[in-house]
Nanobody
């Protein structure tokens, strides 16, 4: 059983930065594609950024140039560096890992004030 636990959310002013972390249990996290999703109130969950086990990345257009996804396979940890935050980035951010099935964390809240 794989568990993923997010941390690092909080309240920040527009233009500020936050760094989210996702700790994954089990060695499969080193070979599994991982991603960050977010869900704002009243909206569907959307992909923010994804990274393959080899480090290939892709981003939602809305965060390109502002967010950076990375992973440390030795620590089984996924990161999301978020810069130049905007009020529209406010959402519950989820860590996702796929290995035969989908694994989700409980989410960490990011709130950006204007």
């Amino acid at each position: 059983q794989v568990q993923v636990v997010e941390s690092g959310g909080g309240l920040v002013q527009a233009g500020g930065s936050l760094r989210l972390s996702c700790a994954a249990s089990g060695s499969i996290s080193r070979i599994a594609p991982m991603a960050w999703y977010r869900q704002a109130p009243g909206k569907q969950r959307e992909l923010v950024a994804a990274i393959s086990s080899g480090g290939d990345t892709n981003y939602a257009d809305s965060v390109k140039g502002r967010f950076t996804i990375s992973r440390d396979n030795a620590k089984n940890t996924l990161y999301l560096q978020m810069n130049s935050l905007r009020p529209e980035d406010t959402a519950l951010y989820y860590c996702h890992l796929y290995y035969r099935v989908n694994y989700w964390g409980q989410g960490t809240q990011v709130t950006v004030s204007s």
